[in-house]
């Protein structure tokens, strides 16, 4: 059974940098075509995309976040690390992590966590 | 790439058919998958590569379209059908979502 758990603050400051772990189970990052991704959900708006790290170590993120973001997975621990730097009121969200396999279900997040609001406030 | 889903909301009774619509900027030959959400829940994998029903997704759900334009239908709702759907495609190895279409109870 695939599982994914986002752990992270709930409270971050404006100009910090927040730094959000995806713990999953069930599955390997190492495995071929398999994917870890980052979306987040602003209260009552649409979801989007962030970044995704693939097994083989190859990394996509939005072009409109690019320069503040950074993902990065530790295979042995069964991670993914995202992290949000200089963030500001309106990174205020539900930050969900999501498993894709290419080979077995092309081109979806089959997997998703149950997310994780983070308000950013001073 | 950027998707346009229409529209943005839905009123439909119990036992309506109902269609939306997801527009792709460029081609993505069937790299789109259908996802519904429920409040303060996690978006759950309807349909994967257009068409293909996910494992105990109920078969009232259907995808359809190639290319730019994509279709989700659902026949027959139900009371759990209502709730909000979001098309997603897969291009160069990263992700975009629509803006989502809520179904509302009319």
């Known amino acids: 059974q695939i599982t994914l758990k986002e752990s992270g603050p709930t409270l971050v400051k404006p100009t910090q940098t927040l730094t959000l772990t995806c713990t999953f189970s069930?599955?390997?990052?190492?495995?071929?075509?398999?994917?870890v991704g980052w979306i987040r959900q602003p209260p009552g708006k649409a979801l989007e995309w962030l970044a995704v790290i693939y097994w083989d170590g190859d990394k996509r993120y939005n072009p409109s976040l690019k320069t503040r973001l950074s993902i990065t997975k530790d295979t042995f621990k069964n991670q993914v690390v995202l992290t949000l730097a200089n963030v500001d009121p309106l990174d205020t969200a539900t930050y969900y992590c999501?498993?894709?396999?290419?080979?077995?279900?092309?081109?979806?997040?089959?997997?998703w966590g149950q997310g994780s609001l983070v308000t950013v406030s001073s | 790439i950027q998707l346009t889903q229409s529209p943005a909301s839905l009123s439909a009774s119990v036992g309506d058919e109902v269609t939306i619509t997801c527009r792709a900027s460029?081609?993505?030959?069937?790299?789109l998958a259908w996802y519904q959400q429920r409040p303060g829940k996690a978006p759950r994998l309807l349909i994967s590569?257009?068409?293909t029903l996910h494992g105990g997704v109920p078969s009232r759900f259907s995808g359809s379209g190639f290319g730019t334009e994509f279709t989700l239908t659902i026949s027959d709702l139900q009371p759990e059908d209502f709730a909000t759907y979001y098309c997603?495609?897969?291009?160069?190895?990263?992700?975009?979502f629509g803006q989502g279409t809520t179904l509302e109870f009319k």
């Open positions: 997603q495609q897969l291009n160069d190895y990263s992700w975009t």
């Open positions: 460029q081609g993505i030959r069937t790299y």
């Open positions: 590569a257009a068409s």
């Open positions: 069930g599955f390997s990052l190492s495995t071929q075509a398999s994917g």
């Open positions: 999501a498993f894709s396999d290419f080979e077995a279900i092309p081109a979806a997040l089959i997997h």
